[in-house]
């Protein structure tokens, strides 16, 4: 995204994983200061994983940098959406430099930031040095305390944790809106249009995307401005063979088009059953005409 000038704008900064309510948090702070001080609103996350590459090794990601975007529009109305690249080079910047940037870049005139923020070499840009930094150079700066459900606090590591283990009428309650797998269909093997139950396969748009446990979910499928009730299944299909490949399947309830290349958003809305391995494909398609009556219950369609 480019630099803006035109206004001064109120930076909510993070990574956002999830986008989830302790997030909601700085977004909602930087959207009512915006108001107050005459600025734009906008959230500053980063296209990569900081601890990814400060550590050298993938981490799980709940959503990738197109679903934070779309979410933070979607659901929190700020247009403003900055993916600033996150390299070696930015872990090594002096966090002074890094402050400095959003005001010379993105005409910040406040930033919001909760409270386990860190920036710069070494994470030496602590909250505490961050807001004397901002009233030294004229800017303001809100630090968000932590947000908690339930005595436990709202992290994007705990949620993803609940994802991996297909709870996720729990992680929906924790990020605030439904879990979200998107991506783009792909060619798959087509099992599912010889039983009568023609289905996607979905190929997420970040390859360290965290998956649900495997088995069964009523879930959303919105494409093309529709948003269509759906069966979704994560897994190996083991009743035609264990590749080994876990794979993201889901048949669209009373739909028949053609959907290969189109990008795709899942919404998760509840775990049916675990996967399992059934003795044909008579059994399997008796589950399956089951399993779509119990979404469209859940789904209330």
């Not at 739909?255 to 998760?268: H, I, W």
Request: glycine residues 10%.
């Amino acid at each position: 995204m480019s630099a803006y000038t035109d206004n001064k704008a109120v930076i909510a900064l993070g990574f956002f994983d999830g986008v989830h309510r302790g997030h909601a948090e700085l977004i909602k702070t930087a959207k009512r200061r915006a108001e107050q001080i005459g600025a734009l609103p906008a959230v500053l996350s980063f296209d990569a994983s900081p601890e990814s590459v400060v550590t050298g090794r993938s981490v799980p990601l709940i959503g990738s940098a197109r679903t934070r975007a779309e979410i933070i529009r979607r659901l929190f109305g700020v247009e403003t959406v900055i993916i600033y690249h996150f390299d070696k080079s930015t872990m090594t910047m002096h966090w002074k430099e890094f402050i400095n940037s959003l005001v010379a870049e993105y005409s910040a005139a406040h930033i919001v930031i909760g409270h386990d923020f860190r920036c710069g070499y070494k994470g030496e840009g602590t909250p505490e040095k961050i807001s004397s930094y901002c009233a030294e150079i004229g800017i303001g700066c809100d630090v968000v305390p932590k947000f908690t459900l339930e005595g436990i606090t709202v992290s994007s590591t705990y949620i993803r944790e609940l994802i991996s283990a297909g709870e996720i009428e729990r992680a929906n309650y924790f990020l605030g809106h439904f879990y979200i797998f998107a991506g783009t269909v792909e060619d798959g093997r087509k099992v599912g249009r010889h039983l009568g139950t023609p289905t996607i396969n979905l190929e997420g748009d970040d390859p360290n995307l965290v998956l649900p446990a495997r088995g069964v979910y009523a879930t959303k499928a919105v494409f093309d401005n529709q948003e269509r009730p759906s069966v979704t299944n994560i897994g190996i299909r083991p009743t035609f063979g264990d590749s080994g490949n876990v794979t993201v399947e889901t048949y669209i309830i009373d739909y028949n088009g053609d959907l290969y290349g189109k990008y795709v958003r899942l919404e998760f809305y509840k775990y049916l059953r675990p996967e399992k391995k059934f003795g044909s494909s008579a059994e399997l398609s008796a589950q399956i005409a089951a399993d779509i009556e119990t979404a469209k219950k859940v789904l209330d369609t």
